[in-house]
């Protein structure tokens, strides 16, 4: 029994449409009558969970794995391939609808940074009470506070309200707590994606020794690099299955692979991103529609000449007259790394006002200078600074190899092609 | 960090995440574990309830005192309600001390789920520390308001009854009671959002008919039954008689105190049932 977390058979089931239901639920009610209201009431009251329909979907199927203590294994998938739902019933925060979990030693969580902050509570105030949450004693917390403070660095800034905080330092405050935790297990979401650079490397430094001092450590996360790095196992989930299990290289492999099986529902060039599968959950749609022509006019069909140009239209809704509005399209490789942006607020001549409901903004991509592979677009809707809506892997471009140069040669290598000239002096 | 080469593993300290179905004890060793956290939670709503106010903890005395002007005016004098005892205000004020602090423990600890929405679908404690927490932080300014209803009595020349020893029960069973209605309202929240909008309605009408501005005796006797089974009856009424003096109607009090000590401990049940899905719905 060297296995510190034993996952048997677990499975989680959501009822659709009611996994996060609106504010205005007496309205709702009053509409869906009072039979609703009652299926409602039985599923609040716990007894609604063993009844099968078709409403209801396996958001975790059937999965078994071990950890054993020292290891660190990664977690990959898609968004709705059953990460975030596995990780809430390791953390405790739900149950599992069958199955079941043994964890042996302390563990500790962090699927969000800073969770629990509050606004108007000051850096020092909300390391205690962050701390607390994650389960840290009052003298732990004490004992280590100079320390997180160093790590955090924000010295200077402890006795301001996290609410004056730029989002970086707040990122930074919050993964100082969790960096000092003690536990045996640790339990991490991606947390890493927010933040600069150079503090991303530092909490993968922190989370490496971590690994090393013999601390177990489960890692979900998009950016593959940072699996490869840190993982030495890691498992796939595709649609709440666990399909592979094994060296954290070869489920890297095996999950670009299996997202390059899935291209046959690229085929059209009309993307309805209103029901987009690659919406993370946190985001309500706005964006409509996203529609790929290329440089002529034609449909998009997934590829396109290097050099070649390309139109794509973006629909979204505003529900709100809304000047400060940006629209993004993103380019980026198999791994999710950004390899361009395309943004409305790049347009020097935009002056659109403010806009209310449905529109269709285009954008014109005179090249393609994308050296010839395989690249994934998003796309994404950002109000006031915010943003408010992003869709992953919302259609595939296949770049193909031409004489760019004119050389005879085709180019591969590097991440794009440029102009350039050559003389010699 | 230090490196450290193992870990111990306690074997005995084995958790087992499985399905839950049906009603569930107490984990009162997780309560009791958590104990830190919880006076944390409390210390965070005290902190941050007035902030950006100009008048700051003073609301806490502002509520009752100024609802007491307006009954003292109204009932008081307009209405002529004699009160057996006390002068009128101070009568008014006492029973709105009390009640004050149920009305706003239940409002508050009613929305505390909801108002917390990421530490419910974030992180793992236990849960009913969120409605709980924002009760405890309003004892605070119910002590507040105690210290005023004291300073009212020396203003009033009415000094203490020797009953007084018996305040901490009446304000344990009215803790009781609103932490019992606020388990339940806070946990039936999270499913019915129509809580937000009843619990307001039904607080105005309980002032009305709890004996908050009315001396119990000026309710006919047939129908003190049934205000018995108001916890805050018997909690207000009683209150009053061990501040003011006059003789405590046991058996009133008692129903009061019973019955909420069934709420409390049918909230604990009630959250700790519907607490599973909290998660998953909120």
């Known amino acids: 029994m060297s296995h510190i977390i034993t996952v048997d058979n677990l499975s989680k089931k959501y009822k659709l449409g009611t996994a996060r239901p609106h504010d205005d639920n007496l309205r709702e009610a009053l509409v869906h009558g009072l039979h609703a209201s009652w299926q409602v009431l039985r599923r609040g009251w716990g007894d609604g969970a063993n009844s099968s329909g078709p409403e209801w979907m396996w958001a975790l199927h059937d999965v078994s794995f071990r950890v054993e203590q020292g290891e660190v294994m990664g977690i990959i998938g898609a968004n709705g391939a059953g990460k975030s739902t596995l990780l809430k019933i390791l953390s405790r925060i739900t149950d599992p609808t069958e199955g079941c979990v043994r964890l042996r030693g302390r563990v500790a969580s962090l699927l969000e940074v800073g969770t629990g902050f509050h606004p108007d509570l000051t850096g020092r105030e909300n390391i205690f009470l962050n701390g607390a949450m994650l389960g840290m004693k009052n003298a732990e917390i004490e004992s280590k506070f100079d320390e997180i403070v160093a790590f955090a660095e924000l010295e200077k800034f402890l006795d301001t309200p996290v609410k004056h905080y730029s989002s970086g330092m707040y990122v930074r405050l919050g993964f100082a707590v969790a960096a000092h935790l003690d536990p045996e297990v640790l339990i991490v979401d991606e947390v890493l994606a927010v933040g600069d650079i150079s503090f991303q490397k530092k909490c993968l430094g922190k989370m490496g020794q971590f690994g090393e001092s013999g601390r177990t450590i489960l890692f979900v996360s998009h950016n593959i690099p940072a699996v490869l790095n840190l993982c030495q196992k890691a498992i796939v989930l595709e649609q709440g299955r666990l399909t592979f299990e094994g060296g954290a290289k070869s489920a890297v492999d095996y999950y670009v692979g299996a997202v390059s099986r899935e291209e046959c529902q690229y085929e059209s060039h009309i993307v309805d991103l209103w029901n987009a599968r690659g919406r993370p959950p946190r985001y309500q749609p706005w964006l409509r529609k996203l529609v790929l022509f290329t440089g002529d006019g034609k449909p998009f069909t997934g590829e396109l000449a290097l050099g070649a140009p390309m139109r794509i239209h973006v629909e979204f809704e505003l529900r709100e007259a809304i000047t400060n509005f940006d629209v993004r399209v993103n380019f980026t490789d198999q791994y999710g790394q950004m390899i361009f942006t395309a943004r409305s607020s790049y347009e020097p001549t935009r002056d659109w006002g403010p806009r209310s409901g449905v529109q269709e903004f285009v954008c014109e991509l005179p090249e393609i200078l994308f050296t010839p592979g395989e690249y994934r677009i998003a796309t994404g809707l950002v109000l006031n600074d915010r943003c408010v809506d992003y869709v992953e892997d919302a259609h595939r471009l296949k770049v193909l190899g031409t004489d760019y140069y004119g050389t005879g040669k085709i180019p591969s290598l590097g991440f794009f092609v440029q102009d350039q000239h050559w003389r010699l002096k | ?282």
């Open chain 2, 1 to 282: 960090m230090d490196t450290v080469d193992t870990i111990d593993i306690n074997p005995a300290r084995e958790l087992v995440l499985k399905p839950h179905a049906g009603w569930q004890p107490v984990n009162w060793q997780e309560i009791w574990q958590g104990r830190e956290l919880f006076t944390f939670l409390v210390w965070r709503d005290i902190k941050i309830r007035y902030k950006q106010t100009v008048l700051g903890g003073l609301w806490a005395i502002f509520q009752p005192l100024l609802a007491m002007l307006i009954f003292t005016a109204v009932f008081g004098r307009l209405a002529g309600i004699q009160t057996d005892g006390p002068p009128y205000p101070l009568f008014a004020y006492s029973g709105l001390v009390l009640w004050t602090f149920f009305a706003n423990s239940v409002s508050m600890s009613s929305n505390s789920l909801v108002g917390n929405q990421v530490l419910v679908s974030k992180v793992y404690f236990p849960r009913v520390f969120i409605p709980l927490a924002s009760i405890g932080a309003l004892l605070l300014d119910f002590f507040i308001g105690l210290l005023l209803m004291f300073g009212l009595m020396i203003y009033y020349r009415w000094p203490p009854s020797a009953g007084c020893i018996w305040m901490p029960f009446y304000i344990l069973g009215t803790l009781l009671a609103s932490s019992g209605l606020g388990l339940i309202l806070s946990a039936l929240n999270v499913s019915f959002r129509d809580v937000k909008y009843a619990v307001p309605f039904f607080i105005q009408m309980g002032l009305f008919l709890s004996p908050v501005i009315y001396p119990l005796s000026h309710v006919p006797a047939r129908f003190q039954l049934f205000l018995g089974l108001n916890p805050m009856s018997g909690m207000i009424a009683g209150f009053r008689q061990s501040v003011f003096g006059g003789k405590a109607d046991w058996g009133f009090v008692g129903a009061s105190f019973a019955m909420s000590a069934v709420l409390f401990v049918a909230g604990l049940f009630i959250f700790r049932r519907m607490e599973r899905h909290f998660a998953d719905i909120i």
